[in-house]
């Protein structure tokens, strides 16, 4: 499994950015009272690249032999997805006003930006590091 790291790790790379950029731009048109953003073939290419990305993740687990609630940034990188994509639902349609949705898309944000820094310092306090 570590032969193919490099292709797994731009696998997972290719897939955060596709994720992220989509979400970013179908809150953009939603806000902006688009209905492309809605659309089935909008929604299936976000179900498959999120599947993409999760599959990624799991396999470089297994690569690198690093696994979540076993080391911690790993087990901060999950809960925080668990919080980006409660926050990414209420954005994109759960949430009961514009203001509400905006708030919970650049919170959403801030918590991508973060796992992104968690990911690159393989540590759980990511950017805040130099802080902690």
Not at 11 to 39: E, M, N, Q, Y
């Amino acid at each position: 499994m570590i032969d193919y790291y490099l292709e797994l790790r731009h696998l997972h790379i290719t897939a955060v950015a596709l994720s992220g950029s989509l979400f970013f731009l179908r809150c953009l048109g939603i806000f902006a009272g688009a209905d492309w953003p809605k659309l089935a073939p909008v929604r299936y290419a976000s179900y498959v690249i999120d599947t993409l990305l999760l599959v990624a993740a799991l396999l470089l687990t297994v690569a690198v032999h690093q696994y979540p609630f076993v080391h911690g940034w790993l087990t901060v990188k999950v809960l925080l997805l668990v919080v980006y994509i409660a926050l990414g639902t209420f954005a994109l349609k759960r949430g009961q006003t514009l203001r509400a949705r905006v708030i919970c898309w650049l919170a959403a944000l801030a918590v991508y930006a973060f796992i992104i820094s968690v990911a690159r310092a393989h540590h759980p306090a990511g950017a805040l590091l130099p802080f902690a």
